[in-house]
């Protein structure tokens, strides 16, 4: 059963840094291409930053220079580190993953909630 679990959210003021990471197992997902999405109350879920099996990252105009996206294949765990946090940062955010060659992401977090304080 594949599986994703996102941890490392919590509260923080305007200007903080958080690190969320997302522990996948149940899969060989070090052949897989990962992200992270977010979802903030009445928006739609949106993509925050990706990274593909080969290492090859791209993040959303609103976080680039501020987040960055990375994953460990050893240890099967994929992070986000949030620096600069703004309170329009603040949403659910969840891990995805898919297969080589896949358009949509098939497996998905339960998600971890970050907010931030202005």
């Avoid at 949403?91 to 297969?99: N, P």
């Amino acid at each position: 059963q594949a599986q994703l679990v996102e941890s490392g959210g919590g509260l923080v003021q305007a200007g903080g840094s958080l690190r969320l990471s997302c522990a996948a197992s149940g899969r060989t997902f070090s052949r897989y291409n990962m992200g992270w999405f977010r979802q903030a109350p009445g928006k739609e879920r949106e993509f925050v930053c990706g990274i593909s099996w080969l290492g090859v990252t791209d993040c959303a105009d609103s976080v680039k220079g501020r987040f960055t996206i990375s994953r460990d294949n050893a240890k099967i765990t994929m992070y986000l580190q949030m620096d600069s946090l703004k309170p329009e940062d603040t949403a659910v955010y969840y891990c995805a993953a898919k297969g080589i060659g896949r358009v949509g992401y098939e497996f998905w977090g339960q998600g971890t909630q970050v907010t931030v304080s202005s």
